[in-house]
């Protein structure tokens, strides 16, 4: 059943990675409660250009919760006070009239403020370059069975690399750590026969990154997966420990 | 050094130290509860620790236990306040699976290690350390007493304040217990998602049992002082 309701959107202003940001309050009427949380914004940038002002620069890109890219800390959560989902999947029934949202890009001293609400996640793609993937082709889809795997296996593997690479989880660690990131990635990779081979060499290499790019010391909070997108389960982190820590006795 | 240089080293200390403090704790809190059951019995524990040269290389690793554990803890929360990033969250609301334990972490250690200095005054300042002393050639304290650990713990729990500051504070560790023993089998990589919920509890289970045996001392000497009419406040 379609209802509208009237809300007030508290917005983090920020013109340049170097200018100072504040935020600033808009209006909004009448906004459909089916409407997308994306679709929200899109709306109050088009009320914005009309009124000759600087829209709201935010990340999106497949708005079905696939490919990583839209960000937001609403309301004190990445994604939303929803969980298990992405900003895009976010809709305004989950908000009621009156109410004034407050939007924040992510804080974290590894994603820089490009503009408005946009981080640079560049540190994301600089742990993978250091690691996240297997150094040799490993040819085609294999015929089913031709290499065993387990299932329990499998399906850990599979839950590792659900993992879309959108940053709540350090967006939402008190210790802005991307523990759960680089967890899921080397987890992912460990389990499988392809990528078994480096493990050690890969969770040396990729952690190395992370520290250097200055992420936090992972607590064991939780909070990564209580707000992760998909879910992604903070066992991926003990994993990492032990296949760390392994590799650094073996040296 | 992969201990200091790396997030997931640092970690390891935390976790090596704290699991060896805890150990500590249990034989500490064992320790203690036999003083409910014969203070004849703790006295003779207290003299079997006195300045003997294995209690002393024992005193000196956990002091270095603990320097290690509250030196780390200090770079690793500091470090983490600055990986936070310059300009902070205006709202901030955590789910309700992130324990309170786990995130205020380094407060409850700060007053864990506050209180644990008055303890040491309460107790080591009068028995270790008046041997040591006087062994030294010093003349400090009374060296009749310094094995008498039934006695300084009847006098200080007849103080009803000092009831009060003691439970506090272990209900400080008990906080700090319950996210620390299972962070930290979890840092060393020994969970998965059969184990977690058991390691939970089994960290929940381990953090009860310390603060009890420490608890059940301070009421039965702090219960039998007010029963007795005993109770007196001495500092």
């Known amino acids: 059943m379609e209802k509208s309701i009237n809300i007030k959107v508290k917005v983090w202003r920020q013109a340049g990675p170097k200018v100072k940001g504040m935020f600033e309050t808009y209006e909004l ?79 974290s001293r590894a994603f820089p403020v490009i503009k408005d609400l946009i981080v640079d996640r560049n540190a994301y793609d600089k742990i993978m370059q250091a690691g996240g993937y297997v150094n040799v082709n490993t040819g085609g889809i294999p015929d089913a069975n031709a290499i065993p795997i387990p299932k329990p296996v499998a399906d850990e593997a599979m839950d590792a690399a659900s993992c879309i690479g959108c940053g709540a989880c350090a967006a939402a660690c008190k210790n802005g750590s991307a523990m ?8 992912q990779l460990a389990l499988l026969p392809q990528g078994k081979i480096e493990k050690a060499a890969r969770a040396k290499a990729m952690v190395a990154k992370m520290d250097e790019l200055g992420f936090g010391n992972c607590t064991n909070t939780g909070a990564c997966e209580a707000e992760c997108p998909k879910s992604v389960s903070i066992t991926h982190i003990a994993r990492l420990n032990r296949e760390y820590i392994g590799a650094k006795f073996k040296d | 050094m992969w201990l200091i240089n790396s997030s997931i080293g640092r970690k390891f200390v935390m976790s090596i130290t704290g699991i060896a403090l805890v150990l500590f704790l249990l034989f500490h809190g064992t320790m203690n509860f036999v003083a409910i059951l014969s ?4 006295n003779a524990i207290c003299h079997f620790l006195g300045a003997n040269w294995y209690a002393l290389v024992g005193t000196v690793g956990l002091a270095l236990l603990v320097v290690l554990h509250f030196t780390f803890a200090f770079i690793l929360t500091w470090q983490n306040y600055k990986a936070r990033g310059r300009d902070r969250y205006d709202v901030a609301s955590s789910r309700g699976e992130v324990s309170f334990a ?100 089994i960290g929940n289970i381990v953090a009860t049992l310390v603060v009890l045996l420490f608890v059940a001392v301070v009421l039965h000497f702090g219960g039998q002082a007010i029963m007795n009419g005993t109770t007196d406040y001495v500092w």
């Open chain 2, 39 to 42: 203070p004849e019995s703790y």
């Open chain 1, 180 to 187: 759960l990131f680089v967890a899921a990635k080397v987890s």
């Open chain 2, 102 to 201: 786990s995130k205020n972490m380094f407060v409850l250690g700060v007053i864990i290690i506050g209180f644990m200095l008055l303890h040491l005054y309460n107790f080591w300042f009068k028995m270790q350390f008046v041997e040591i002393a006087h062994k030294m050639g010093g003349d400090i304290g009374d060296l009749s007493l310094a094995t008498d650990g039934a006695y300084y713990i009847s006098v200080l729990f007849a103080n009803p304040v000092y009831c009060v500051i003691y439970l506090i504070w272990l209900g400080a560790i008990w906080y700090h217990l319950t996210h620390g023993v299972w962070s930290a089998l979890h840092t060393l990589g020994l969970n998965n998602k059969i184990w977690f919920g058991r390691i939970k509890c």
């Open chain 1, 29 to 107: 009427n009448n906004i459909s409660t089916d409407a997308s949380f994306l679709e929200m914004i899109d709306i109050l940038n088009e009320k914005l250009v009309q009124e000759h002002k600087e829209p709201i620069a935010f990340d999106h890109d497949c708005r079905e919760g696939i490919c990583g890219m839209c960000s937001l800390y609403i309301n004190g959560h990445p994604h939303g006070p929803d969980q298990a989902i992405t900003t895009c999947q976010l809709h305004m029934r989950k908000f009621h009239d009156g109410e004034t949202i407050t939007i924040e890009p992510w804080r």
